[in-house]
């Protein structure tokens, strides 16, 4: 166990909704981090926040967001639900900015 | 650009056997590689990282080696174990402090009882 927190693990919706996932990240870590894995794209990189500010972005698309809470959990928002957003979403949470990434175990995401 | 590969697809070994997982990266400026394990229906799971100042590091049962002059990664696994079953994915950071991770595809090492 990680001790990175995703919740729901899974979730099946239709094109055009709207989802959220959340993720609690290790205790006393203050980066983390989203990833798309697809069978066709591998990990991508999507988002990272460090402290309650975004930090560095990937190859997000404009209909997904993120933010991170005073808390330190984040929430990964997915809009207008294409098919192609099928995927498992990771989150990763580390230290600080120069430390190891440690992964969640996920949420699978259905778009039917 | 920059893109990190992997040249085997598949590797089966047999239990008690050494393993050798391969990556190549194109960026040479690429300053911290991980290795990362995933299993099925996990999250990735850190194994082990090494600096581009450094050529070798050792873990339990693992080592990780970095050839610069190639733009080679490697991880060797020793007496391998069931439970070493699992995808392993390489993965590098442009700069130390620059948190975003790019990840080769994989490679699936299967253990043969």
């Known amino acids: 166990d990680s001790g990175v927190t995703q919740t729901p693990k899974h979730l099946i919706t239709a094109t055009g909704q709207r989802v959220t996932l959340r993720c609690s990240p290790r205790?006393?870590?203050?980066?983390v981090y989203w990833y798309q894995q697809s069978l066709d794209q591998g990990l991508q990189f999507l988002i990272q926040y460090y402290n309650g500010e975004e930090r560095a972005k990937g190859n997000i698309l404009e209909r997904f967001s993120a933010q991170q809470f005073p808390d330190l959990h984040s929430e990964l928002n997915l809009s207008s639900l294409e098919l192609g957003d099928s995927a498992l979403y990771f989150c990763?949470?580390?230290?600080?900015?120069?430390?190891?990434?440690?992964f969640g175990a996920g949420t699978r995401l259905s778009v039917l | 650009g920059e893109s990190v590969g992997l040249h085997l697809p598949t590797l089966s070994v047999q239990e008690g056997d050494n393993s050798i997982i391969n990556c190549a990266y194109s960026?040479?400026?690429?300053?911290?590689f991980i290795w990362y394990k995933q299993e099925s229906g996990k999250g990735p799971q850190f194994i082990i990282d090494i600096r581009s100042n450094m050529d070798k590091r050792q873990g339990q049962r693992v080592t990780v080696l970095l050839n610069k002059t190639v733009k080679h990664l490697s991880l060797q696994i020793a007496a391998t174990q069931p439970g070493d079953s699992a995808v392993y994915f390489c993965?590098?950071?442009?700069?130390?402090?620059?948190?975003?991770?790019?990840f080769g595809t994989g490679t699936r090492l299967t253990i043969i009882p």
């Open positions: 990763a949470s580390s230290v600080g900015q120069e430390d190891i990434q440690y």
């Open positions: 205790s006393g870590d203050l980066s």
């Open positions: 960026n040479s400026a690429s300053d911290y």
């Open positions: 993965a590098e950071n442009l700069n130390f402090g620059n948190e975003k991770l790019t």
